[in-house]
């Protein structure tokens, strides 16, 4: 029996087979530290679900072991779950200015900034927590100083790249620290886990510059004002659109809640710099002409609330489209999302606007690596475990073979789920146990109180609608006293089926009729029968199966007239 701390686990909670909320335990000895702390945004059949997060179960259980959170960068798929997670087990949070400026937002929110210790941590830093020590390097991304984390332990390094690209290019002129991955790779690395999101494409990442040369083309192009669609959180995109507006003399507004926040915060950290007196408040513009303006606007992926659908749609307070009006949507639709995104980009048409959109030119890069990017990473850190993380189960595969092709043995690399326990000796690594693993869904305040049967009953009367029947019954002589009334909502339109809706109510009274003949008047029986015999009928007559609810209400009559006296 090996002795506790001479194995190194790795048990990644989320982004296995899924993109998002991505969370990943290391644990040496009786010390967890965790990488990350993400959420998920639902899928379309989670109805009504805002977003979802890992399950902690494993790290409530152990609560007293887990030292602290280590953030590789900002965005909500990586730090979105902190405010849930830190109301369960208070550690600290070691980050980057920008990521801990979000998330202190986030906890401000919530209520929580002052119980939570953030540390602001810099590339090349060194920290010591418990038995690790703990490193940051710099990697390029689409939020500025995304970072990668090293964990030294006495058994060898665990690096994990966080999302990366390499982009020796990029806005800030903050370069990836490739020379400090060569020199991990030349002392040795244990076990990398690698960024898989863009692994099926082939090349190399464009740079994020190439998306400022197409702002300054069109810009130079366009006659009346700007509009351009981006996600709130790409600063380096945010930051060249302002400074293209400053170049061609114009002003710029910005629309949607999560922009204006993430600028605030950028912009008070020092990550931004904007020319003096360029950003004017959105009711502002219309004092403007439109070639002196641009608006920055969320709703890059069509989102139904987002600002620039409420734009195109006619139902934004302060901006509509005009023809003549240049829009970029400066994004790629995350898959799920073409069809509300092309929904958008045909309604701007209608009104007019010049609309480019991906696929018409290159108005949009990604923040993650291709194959080569890929390839370069574990070349020059050539670890002797190899665990492909942040991607659905086909692009992880792909990342192995990708491994695999660079020399690293098959049984050095793990395609894994998430809630697998990987242990790593310095001899060798193995696949060695299970925890609990999964998704607590969050709607509104509740947090994992809607679970499979709430979503069910949600899928169906979003398919097939809902009938409520209600009566009033004699609690002692079963006899009724109103109704049955039937209402209903999204099953059929009521007005012209009047017929139908008065056979339903006569089904209803046929059923109580024969509840109350062979004297079996108990409720759940009553309101199992009206469900069976109606829903019966109604499917022979419509095909449809809508939810029905029946509410009965019981009146004590001898109460109720003793009262009366
Ligand atoms: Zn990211
Ligand atoms: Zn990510």
């Given at each position: 029996m090996l002795a506790k701390d001479s194995e190194v686990q790795v048990i990644p909670l989320g982004g296995l087979g899924e993109i998002g909320k991505n969370m990943t335990a290391v644990k040496y000895g009786d010390h967890i530290l965790l990488i990350d702390c993400g959420l998920a945004f639902p899928e379309e059949e989670m109805m009504g679900i805002?977003?979802?997060?890992?399950?902690?179960?494993?790290?409530?259980?152990?609560?007293?072991?887990?030292?602290?959170?280590?953030?590789?960068?900002?965005?909500?798929?990586?730090?979105?779950?902190?405010?849930?997670?830190?109301?369960?087990?208070?550690?600290?949070?070691?980050?980057s200015r920008l990521a801990l400026g979000l998330v202190e937002r986030k906890l401000k929110e919530h209520h929580m900034e002052r119980d939570i210790d953030l540390r602001p941590v810099k590339p090349r830093d060194m920290v010591e927590i418990g038995p690790f020590q703990v490193e940051f390097i710099r990697v390029t991304h689409s939020i500025p100083d995304a970072m990668a984390i090293a964990?030294?332990?006495?058994?060898?390094t665990v690096v994990h790249t966080g999302d990366f690209k390499i982009d020796h290019t990029p806005v800030d002129g903050d370069i990836i620290d490739l020379h400090r991955f060569a020199t991990l790779g030349e002392q040795g690395v244990l076990l990398l886990m690698s960024d898989s999101t863009n692994v099926e494409r082939e090349g190399y990442t464009l740079s994020e510059h190439l998306v400022g040369r197409s702002f300054d083309e069109y810009f130079l192009a366009a006659e009346e004002r700007i509009i351009i669609a981006t996600f709130a959180?790409?600063?380096?995109?945010l930051q060249q659109a302002i400074l293209t507006a400053h170049k061609y003399g114009r002003q710029v507004a910005v629309a949607g809640r999560s922009m204006v926040n993430v600028l605030a915060v950028a912009d008070e950290l020092g990550y931004l710099n904007i020319p003096e007196g360029m950003l004017i408040e959105l009711d502002e513009v219309d004092r403007l002409p439109n070639n002196q303006v641009v608006i920055l606007t969320t709703g890059s992926q069509g989102e139904p609330m987002s600002a620039l659908t409420r734009m195109a749609f006619g139902e934004h307070r302060q901006v509509e489209v005009l023809p003549g009006?240049?829009?970029?949507?400066?994004?790629?639709?995350?898959?799920?999302?073409?069809?509300?995104?092309?929904?958008?980009?045909?309604?701007?048409?209608?009104?007019?606007?010049?609309?480019?959109?991906?696929?018409?030119?290159?108005?949009?890069?990604?923040?993650?690596?291709?194959?080569?990017?890929?390839?370069?990473?574990?070349?020059?850190?050539?670890?002797?475990?190899?665990?492909?993380?942040?991607?659905?189960?086909?692009?992880?595969?792909?990342?192995?073979?990708?491994?695999?092709?660079?020399?690293?043995?098959?049984?050095?690399?793990?395609?894994?789920?998430?809630?697998?326990v990987f242990s790593f000796t310095s001899q060798n690594g193995r696949i060695t146990g299970r925890v609990p693993a999964g998704r607590v869904l969050v709607d509104g305040l509740g947090v994992g109180d809607v679970g499979n049967i709430v979503l069910r009953d949600r899928r169906d009367m979003a398919k097939e609608g809902i009938l409520i029947v209600v009566l009033t019954m004699d609690k002692q002589t079963h006899q009724v006293l109103t109704g049955p009334d039937i209402v209903s909502r999204g099953f059929v339109y009521v007005r012209e089926a009047e017929v139908l809706m008065e056979e339903a109510r006569l089904k209803v009274v046929s059923a109580l009729e024969k509840c109350t003949s062979k004297g079996n008047c108990g409720w759940s029986y009553i309101k199992q029968e009206i469900k069976s015999h109606l829903g019966k009928f109604l499917f022979e007559k419509t095909r449809r199966r809508p939810m029905i609810l029946p509410i009965i209400m019981e009146v004590d009559k001898s109460i109720a007239s003793t009262k009366m006296d």
């Amino acid at each position: 029996m090996l002795a506790k701390d001479s194995e190194v686990q790795v048990i990644p909670l989320g982004g296995l087979g899924e993109i998002g909320k991505n969370m990943t335990a290391v644990k040496y000895g009786d010390h967890i530290l965790l990488i990350d702390c993400g959420l998920a945004f639902p899928e379309e059949e989670m109805m009504g679900i805002d977003f979802v997060l890992p399950d902690y179960t494993y790290l409530v259980d152990n609560q007293e072991k887990v030292q602290a959170v280590l953030l590789t960068h900002g965005h909500e798929d990586h730090i979105g779950g902190l405010p849930y997670f830190l109301k369960q087990i208070k550690v600290p949070v070691y980050g980057s200015r920008l990521a801990l400026g979000l998330v202190e937002r986030k906890l401000k929110e919530h209520h929580m900034e002052r119980d939570i210790d953030l540390r602001p941590v810099k590339p090349r830093d060194m920290v010591e927590i418990g038995p690790f020590q703990v490193e940051f390097i710099r990697v390029t991304h689409s939020i500025p100083d995304a970072m990668a984390i090293a964990i030294h332990t006495s058994l060898g390094t665990v690096v994990h790249t966080g999302d990366f690209k390499i982009d020796h290019t990029p806005v800030d002129g903050d370069i990836i620290d490739l020379h400090r991955f060569a020199t991990l790779g030349e002392q040795g690395v244990l076990l990398l886990m690698s960024d898989s999101t863009n692994v099926e494409r082939e090349g190399y990442t464009l740079s994020e510059h190439l998306v400022g040369r197409s702002f300054d083309e069109y810009f130079l192009a366009a006659e009346e004002r700007i509009i351009i669609a981006t996600f709130a959180s790409n600063i380096h995109r945010l930051q060249q659109a302002i400074l293209t507006a400053h170049k061609y003399g114009r002003q710029v507004a910005v629309a949607g809640r999560s922009m204006v926040n993430v600028l605030a915060v950028a912009d008070e950290l020092g990550y931004l710099n904007i020319p003096e007196g360029m950003l004017i408040e959105l009711d502002e513009v219309d004092r403007l002409p439109n070639n002196q303006v641009v608006i920055l606007t969320t709703g890059s992926q069509g989102e139904p609330m987002s600002a620039l659908t409420r734009m195109a749609f006619g139902e934004h307070r302060q901006v509509e489209v005009l023809p003549g009006d240049t829009v970029i949507i400066s994004a790629t639709p995350i898959p799920g999302n073409e069809k509300l995104v092309s929904r958008i980009i045909d309604q701007l048409f209608k009104l007019k606007a010049k609309v480019i959109y991906e696929g018409s030119s290159d108005i949009h890069v990604s923040g993650h690596p291709s194959q080569e990017e890929l390839k370069l990473m574990l070349n020059l850190l050539r670890p002797k475990y190899f665990i492909p993380v942040h991607g659905e189960y086909r692009m992880l595969k792909k990342h192995a073979e990708l491994a695999q092709q660079l020399g690293i043995p098959e049984e050095n690399i793990f395609v894994g789920e998430i809630g697998q326990v990987f242990s790593f000796t310095s001899q060798n690594g193995r696949i060695t146990g299970r925890v609990p693993a999964g998704r607590v869904l969050v709607d509104g305040l509740g947090v994992g109180d809607v679970g499979n049967i709430v979503l069910r009953d949600r899928r169906d009367m979003a398919k097939e609608g809902i009938l409520i029947v209600v009566l009033t019954m004699d609690k002692q002589t079963h006899q009724v006293l109103t109704g049955p009334d039937i209402v209903s909502r999204g099953f059929v339109y009521v007005r012209e089926a009047e017929v139908l809706m008065e056979e339903a109510r006569l089904k209803v009274v046929s059923a109580l009729e024969k509840c109350t003949s062979k004297g079996n008047c108990g409720w759940s029986y009553i309101k199992q029968e009206i469900k069976s015999h109606l829903g019966k009928f109604l499917f022979e007559k419509t095909r449809r199966r809508p939810m029905i609810l029946p509410i009965i209400m019981e009146v004590d009559k001898s109460i109720a007239s003793t009262k009366m006296d």
